[in-house]
Each structure stands twice: as C-alpha cells, then as structure tokens.
C-alpha cells in the first residue's frame, strides 16, 4: 500500500496539480474525520456495562464449593455480582420462594424437588438442565473402629448399614440425601417406604409413619433435617454411621468413607438448576449457569469438592 500511495502521488504531480492539491486536501479531510471516529469508538467502549447482582438458592451440599465459583465468575465478569448465597435442603429451598422470597437460580439435589418448583411456578422448567451428580456414601467419624477398619478399603456394606448393629444418621423425608438413602435401605429391607415401593422404584419417604418400624433399623435412626447435620452427627460420635453425599465428605471435617452405596439401588442423584420464574435477569442467570457447566475454571471447582458434571 505504501508503495502504491507513492506512485499515485508522483503521476499526479507530473500530470496535474490542480488534482494532487485537491487529492492532498480530502486526504487531509479523511484524516481529520478519523481521530473522531477513533474517539466516538473509545467513548463507547469506555460506557460501563449494566452491573447485575444474582441472588442464588442452592442444595446445602453446594454451600463450601459454589462461592468459590461465584467468586471466580466475578473475577471474570466483573459487572456481575452475588447476593448471599441461601444453603438450603431442597424442601426447604422450595419452601422460601414459596414464602416469597427472592432468588434468580434454584439448585437443588433433586429431580422430584426440582419439578414440585417448576409446579408450582417457582421455577422456569424451559431454563432447567442436570448440572452436578453425586455418590451416596456410608460415613463413619475419623478416628472410630469402623473407620480403622474399613476406610482403607471402603468395603463396608449396605447390608451391614442396615442390619441394626450400629445407629444411623440420615436426612428426613425433606432431605433428598435421605431420601436416597431409604431407597437404598428399602432393598434390604431396613425401611418401609410409605408408597409401597423398593429402591428407585420408590421416592424413599416415610410420610407420617416410622419407616423404620419393624425392621433391623427399629429404634436405631437418628433423622435430621439438612445432610450437613447428619455429618456432624457422625463426625461428633453420636452415631456410628451415617450416609451423606461424596462432596459432604470433602466439605465437613471428620468423616471417613467406609462404604459407597449401590447405585441400582436408588435414583441417580443430580442436581437440576433453572432460573426461577421471578427473575429480574434472566439472560445473567441463564450465562451463570452455562458457565458453571462448561468452563475450566469452574469444573477445577467442583472437582475438587467431590462433584461430578452430569
């Protein structure tokens, strides 16, 4: 180009001046317009993008990771922010935007509790995708004989979780934790599903009777209402074993995995997230969330606290 600039320059010269004068003063004109243009440009990139603060409501077992991926989508967006992450059971979850409480994202550890919130309009089913799965674990506190004897080699079983030899801490009906493990526990016959059912088959909820009446597990179950409480239980020693969740065991201190629990004999445990029908920012949430499944940084993330991508 330089060259050719030149010879145009040189045969206009030779051949008219009058054009070359005119040809240096729109030159002229074009290089005064193009600062300007340059400037319009800079003064639009330089405009602050709209900020935008997520309010997220996530399963309790979400509560140690998922700040540590909000933290680095704001590092990397920084016109998003978040509000106060709630860690809920997913019943509970349900029941606070129910309540009239406010949240752009639902997570929850459950199908069956994800789709009660689509229902009742809580939550968008068009935004919902499988976004984490999880293993159910047989937990013993660190330190106790069972963890000395089978945490090397995991291979404490079902069977013997559910055999009334040792007291059991698991989740209530509003735990989805719990839940799955009762579907486990129905196979063996160690729990009495309130629909009749077994295994996956059934959603693992006692209702208003005592699922544990007339089995092994009579007398022995100590029930709480949030996963996290169940490994505290276990980890205290007031309770010999729980079942908790693989990312419970990363994100509470104290806990040993002696046994994993059969995966045919509950329902795959996933976590579904949607964007709730309320949400002012529906396009951040929906960006959020595709963020949370698809980048690097944020897999590293639940990687490291015991969850797998569905």
């Not at 922010?81 to 997570?107: C, K, M, P, V, W």
């Not at 169940?230 to 990312?247: C, E, I, K, M």
């Not at 629990?261 to 329902?267: E, L, R, S, Y």
């Not at 579904?272 to 309320?278: K, Y």
Request: glycine content about 8%; overall charge negative.
């Amino acid at each position: 180009m330089k060259k050719l600039r030149v010879m145009l320059a040189t045969g206009c010269a030779v051949a008219m001046v009058g054009s070359f004068a005119l040809f240096g003063c729109s030159s002229n004109e074009a290089a005064e317009e193009q600062p300007a243009s340059n400037q319009a440009a800079e003064q639009t990139a330089a405009e602050p993008t709209e900020q935008v603060e997520l309010q997220v409501f996530a399963a309790n077992s979400l509560k140690k990771a998922m700040p540590e991926a909000m933290a680095l989508y704001t590092e990397a967006h920084p016109e998003v922010t978040f509000a106060d992450a709630q860690y809920l059971s997913s019943g509970d979850l349900n029941a606070e935007l129910e309540g009239g409480a406010y949240a752009d994202i639902l997570i929850s550890a459950s199908k069956a509790k994800m789709q009660d919130a689509i229902d009742a309009d809580l939550a968008d089913g068009d935004t919902m995708s499988t976004m984490f799965m999880n293993d159910l674990v047989i937990v013993a506190a660190e330190g106790s004989e069972l963890a000395e004897q089978y945490g090397a080699d995991q291979n404490f079983t079902l069977e013997q979780a559910g055999s009334g030899d040792y007291t059991v801490a698991i989740g209530d009906d509003s735990v989805p934790a719990g839940n799955y493990a009762n579907q486990a526990l129905s196979t063996i016959g160690s729990f009495n599903a309130a629909d009749g059912k077994t295994g996956a088959d059934t959603n693992g909820k006692a209702g208003d009777a005592d699922g544990y009446a007339d089995t092994p597990l009579a007398g022995k179950v100590n029930l709480q209402a949030k996963v996290g409480d169940v490994a505290a239980q276990v980890s205290s020693g007031s309770v010999d074993l729980g079942f908790v969740y693989t990312s419970d065991v990363y994100s509470n201190d104290g806990l040993v995995v002696i046994g994993v629990v059969p995966a045919d004999t509950h329902k795959d445990i996933v976590y579904p997230g949607a964007v709730t029908t309320q949400s002012e920012h529906v396009d951040a949430a929906k960006a959020f969330m595709e963020w949370c499944a698809t980048d690097p940084a944020a897999i590293a993330v639940w990687q490291e606290w015991g969850f797998a991508l569905a």
